[in-house]
């Protein structure tokens, strides 16, 4: 994989989020157990998602026995910080000051303000 991380399509990027819930190698089951859908998905779905998630090199299919387990190989962490990076760089030209403009005109209150400021004075973002 490269040193940019693709950005995934919103049923890949779920399944990713369910895997990163579950700290660690899972089943599919356990990741399908975690995923946040509205609308169920079946379980052959779950397994394609999984299938293109190991093509792009976000996880790795390991067997034991019967089992398939999977290992994530992006940290979320790592997947947030590049989008949002290349979000910042894709609508605002890198320019940091429109981006905080167009998130306080978003409608944000009062307190989500405040604890935007206050992470930004303890150094946490």
């Known amino acids: 994989m490269s040193d940019k991380i693709t950005r995934l399509p919103d049923a890949e990027l779920e399944v990713m989020q369910a895997l990163w819930a579950c700290e660690g190698p899972a089943e599919s089951s356990l990741i399908l157990h975690h995923m946040k859908r509205a609308v169920p998905i079946a379980p052959t779905t779950l ?4 299938g293109r998630l ?3 090199g976000f996880l790795r299919m390991e067997k034991q026995g019967r089992l398939n387990r999977y290992i994530p190989l992006i940290e979320e962490k790592q997947y947030l910080s590049e989008q949002s990076r290349s979000f910042l760089e894709r609508l605002f030209g890198g320019n940091l ?3 905080a403009a167009a998130l306080c005109e978003s409608g944000l209150s009062s307190e989500e303000i405040e604890e935007l400021r206050d992470l ?3 150094g946490e973002l």
């Open 120 to 122: 930004l004075k303890k």
């Open 54 to 56: 190991e093509g792009k």
């Open 47 to 50: 397994l394609t998602l999984l």
């Open 97 to 99: 000051s429109a981006f």
